[in-house]
């Protein structure tokens, strides 16, 4: 059973900049699609980010787009989410998620990926 670690999380500033990194405990390889998600208090759980790991075609939610990135580090068996022009909306539980399984529909449902991480807070204060 992989699991996946999420840190760098914290607090910053409007503006400012965070790294999330997602660390599985195997082996990228067998993980063809990773993704974060986060989930601020009251809403539902939403896709921010996903790639493929081995090619590394992304797909990112609008909210996102411009302002994070996804990467991974195939060698270190670890994804990245770099946030930058954080917003005080942007505050959230983020998750990282993975799937063992070619992807067929949507990169950024939630309903895509069986294995997910603790989640780590991030807070973006005005």
């Known amino acids: 059973q992989v699991q996946l670690v999420e840190s760098g999380g914290g607090s910053v500033q409007a503006g400012g900049s965070l790294t999330l990194s997602c660390a599985a405990n195997g082996s990228t390889d067998n993980l063809p699609f990773m993704a974060w998600f986060r989930q601020a208090p009251g809403k539902e759980r939403e896709g921010v980010a996903a790639i493929r790991t081995i090619g590394g075609a992304t797909s990112y939610a609008d909210s996102v787009k411009g302002r994070f990135t996804i990467s991974r580090d195939n060698a270190k068996s670890t994804v990245y989410l770099q946030m930058n022009s954080l917003k005080p909306e942007d505050t959230a539980m983020y998750f990282c998620?993975?799937?063992?399984?070619?992807?067929?529909?949507?990169?950024?449902?939630?309903?895509?990926?069986?294995?997910w991480g603790q989640g780590i807070q991030v807070t973006v204060s005005s």
């Open positions: 998620a993975a799937k063992s399984k070619q992807m067929i529909g949507a990169w950024l449902s939630e309903y895509q990926y069986p294995t």
